[in-house]
């Protein structure tokens, strides 16, 4: 059993277009994040939920918006996907909002906006 | 914001040949931790280190967490082929969040 899973791991997109990245835990954390990954590698913090509350919301574009439906669940929606917005998404959960228990994180997505 | 400087970007070296790689930070870290990500994988977690001092080892990897509580680093000795990715520190200061190191791209030669 995956622990976390993306889906899809890979998404292939026009310019414009709206999309969607599914993210599910069953580890029973009650904390989830998304993750941006560039082509330099680094991870940056997008967002992160805490028992379907939002609890981090960093400078990101309002075209990114988080939906947590229940604590196992974090969904991405991305509207007017602009050309920046290509690199891999990582979604990760924790069991509680503590970074030292670590993270757990899914595969990634691999957004390529052309 | 908290910012952890990781070095070296990147290394190449020779199957068998011990690797060191280390992080610093311009901040109090509570908790550091280090993470293995692999081509088309998300991280995984090697080591997590709670204690100034800690000395903890997983196998071939030996993390510590500095005595000043300002950086870490992180050791694997005699390097296998599989031992290639990117590895990433990651500290957590007087807020909850994680924040990550720029990563080390580990190439091993066979």
């Known amino acids: 059993d995956t622990a976390v899973s993306q889906t899809p791991k890979y998404l292939v997109t026009q310019m414009g277009n709206d999309k969607s990245i599914k993210c599910e835990q069953n580890?029973?954390?009650?904390?989830m994040y998304w993750y941006k990954q560039d082509s330099k590698k680094f991870l940056k913090i997008m967002f992160s939920y805490n028992n379907k509350e939002l609890i981090i919301n960093e400078t990101v574009p309002n075209r990114f918006s988080p939906k947590s439906p229940d604590k196992a669940h974090l969904n991405l929606h991305i509207n007017s996907l602009e050309l920046g917005d290509s690199a891999v998404y990582f979604c990760?959960?924790?069991?509680?909002?503590?970074?030292?228990?670590?993270?757990?994180f899914g595969s990634g997505t691999r957004l390529t906006v052309v | 914001g908290q910012q952890l400087n990781q070095s070296p970007q990147s290394m190449f070296i020779q199957e068998g040949e011990d690797v060191s790689m280390n992080c610093t930070s311009s901040s109090i870290f509570n908790t550091w931790l280090w993470y293995k990500q692999d081509p088309g994988e998300g991280p995984v977690l090697l080591i997590a280190?709670?204690?100034?001092?800690e000395l903890t080892s997983n196998g071939r990897l030996t993390a510590q967490f500095g005595i000043t509580r300002k950086d870490s680093f992180l050791n694997i000795s005699a390097s296998i082929p599989s031992d290639v990715g990117i590895y990433f520190c990651?500290?957590?200061?007087?807020?909850?969040?994680?924040?990550f190191g720029e990563g080390t791209q580990l190439t091993v030669n066979p």
């Open positions: 990651a500290g957590q200061g007087s807020g909850s969040r994680l924040t």
């Open positions: 990760a959960s924790s069991p509680l909002y503590w970074a030292n228990y670590g993270y757990t």
């Open positions: 280190l709670y204690k100034a001092g």
């Open positions: 580890l029973g954390h009650d904390t």
